[in-house]
């Protein structure tokens, strides 16, 4: 019988980490003289306090939600794919190729062509590691991460050797058609209070539907029970007839494509056009967010709603709080992974000899 119920581990875990980070910034913010209350209550209030607030915070949460379910696929087959910033990257390129390069009659078409770009580029670019630890046994965490700045580099030449547009001295793409612009909140809930700026729009539903589908994958699917049975134990998934090659190639194909499907949401959805550095770090958050969250979409779309809220609220507070300053907010996120994260068997260890004790007791 295990040590403690799953709500604890799923559930239970997660809010003490988080509380604990919390209070710990808390405690860095009274360090630099502001009140932590009072931060915290910006922070709220910026963050879903207001239709504005969270057409940002559910925008944010939309690129959280696909890097965090691409780590959560691949934990299941107990590979550490970081490479979702290069990934999401050339699901970027995917994007904008997509939509130049085909006269789109309805905004819903070009959507499911670039769900298809974004997917295909972001894949493809994890293919390379993946049959790299397959066949040749190279560490995927090294491979993933060098593919990163490879990425970076090579959406910087396109941008500006191919993709440019003549005369333009910035590297990025022509904007996209206008059949292809997504509808966003305003367009589809104005009474909703949402103003035609808000970037939030609807690959939001896309990430929410992404999640059922890792869901139903993961745990309703022959091929979603080997990849957990390959990360359980590789030596008895191998006797159990399960081929290695094949699971690490998949694993990290899916995980690539959801990467570069997070560009649907930023490159289509809100920039409407390829720019430099399309990613901006969610690549990275995304791996807080499948710890966070235990690489379950339900946990995985929590997560990634809290992150987006500390990237809104964070944005408000230095706003309305300047002695707090961007550097003071990186420290915060960096405290809310920590603890959920690297620190979690801090928590975990006592958490479980609780339950144990109580069950002797029982």
Same mark, same amino acid.
């Given at each position: 019988?295990?040590?403690m119920?799953?709500?604890a ?7 003490i ?13 009274l ?6 209350l009072?931060?915290?209550a910006i922070m ?5 306090g207001s239709?504005y607030?969270w ?6 949460a939309t ?8 780590v959560a696929?691949?934990?299941h087959?107990?590979m550490?794919?970081?490479? /979702?910033?290069?990934q999401? =990257?050339? &699901?970027g390129?995917?994007? #904008?190729? !997509?939509?130049?390069? +085909? ?11 670039a769900i ?9 670019w994890?293919?390379i590691?993946a049959y ?20 970076s580099a ?8 191919v993709?440019?547009?003549p005369?333009s ?20 809930a ?6 035609r700026s ?9 990430a ?5 589908g ?9 091929l /979603?029970y080997?990849?957990? =049975?390959? &990360?359980?134990?590789?030596? #008895?998934a !191998?006797?159990?007839? +399960? ?8 694993s ?11 560009a649907i949401?930023g490159?289509?959805?809100?920039a409407e056009?390829?720019v ?8 990275f958050v995304?791996?807080?967010v499948?710890l966070?969250?235990r ?5 995985v ?7 987006g ?12 709080m300047?002695?707090?300053?961007r550097e003071m907010l990186?420290?915060i996120?960096?405290?809310v992974?920590?603890?959920t994260g690297a ?7 006592p958490?479980?000899?609780l339950?144990?004790a109580?069950r002797?007791?029982?």
């Amino acid at each position: 019988m295990d040590k403690m119920p799953r709500w604890a581990d799923v559930a239970l875990i997660p809010f003490i980490n988080l509380l604990l980070a919390l209070v710990v910034s808390g405690l860095v913010v009274l360090y630099i003289g502001e009140s932590p209350l009072e931060a915290m209550a910006i922070m709220v209030r910026g963050s879903v306090g207001s239709a504005y607030g969270w057409g940002y915070t559910l925008y944010y949460a939309t690129n959280f939600i696909f890097t965090g379910l691409a780590v959560a696929v691949a934990f299941h087959a107990r590979m550490f794919n970081i490479g /979702g910033e290069g990934q999401a =990257a050339l &699901g970027g390129l995917g994007v #904008a190729v !997509v939509c130049l390069s +085909i006269p789109w009659p309805h905004w819903s078409l070009a959507l499911l062509g670039a769900i298809a770009g974004a997917a295909a580029f972001g894949a493809a670019w994890a293919a390379i590691p993946a049959y790299l630890q397959a066949k040749r046994g190279s560490h995927i965490v090294i491979t993933t991460i060098m593919f990163n700045f490879i990425a970076s580099a090579l959406l910087v030449y396109l941008l500006v050797n191919v993709f440019r547009v003549p005369g333009s001295m910035a590297p990025e793409t022509a904007r996209f058609a206008e059949a292809t612009h997504l509808p966003n909140a305003y367009d589809i809930a104005p009474w909703l209070g949402f103003s035609r700026s808000t970037p939030l729009n609807v690959s939001f539903v896309v990430a929410l539907l992404a999640c059922v589908g890792v869901w139903l994958l993961i745990w309703k699917t022959r091929l /979603g029970y080997e990849i957990r =049975a390959y &990360g359980h134990s590789q030596s #008895a998934a !191998v006797y159990a007839g +399960i081929n290695p090659v094949r699971i690490i190639m998949i694993s990290m194909l899916i995980s690539g494509g959801l990467s570069g499907m997070m560009a649907i949401n930023g490159v289509m959805g809100e920039a409407e056009r390829l720019v430099i550095d399309p990613v901006q770090g969610a690549g990275f958050v995304g791996i807080a967010v499948a710890l966070m969250g235990r690489s379950h979409p339900i946990g995985v779309f929590l997560a990634a709603l809290l992150f987006g809220m500390l990237y809104q609220g964070g944005a408000e507070l230095e706003f309305e709080m300047p002695a707090v300053s961007r550097e003071m907010l990186l420290v915060i996120q960096a405290l809310v992974i920590l603890f959920t994260g690297a620190l979690d068997n801090m928590v975990r260890a006592p958490v479980e000899r609780l339950f144990l004790a109580m069950r002797k007791g029982s």
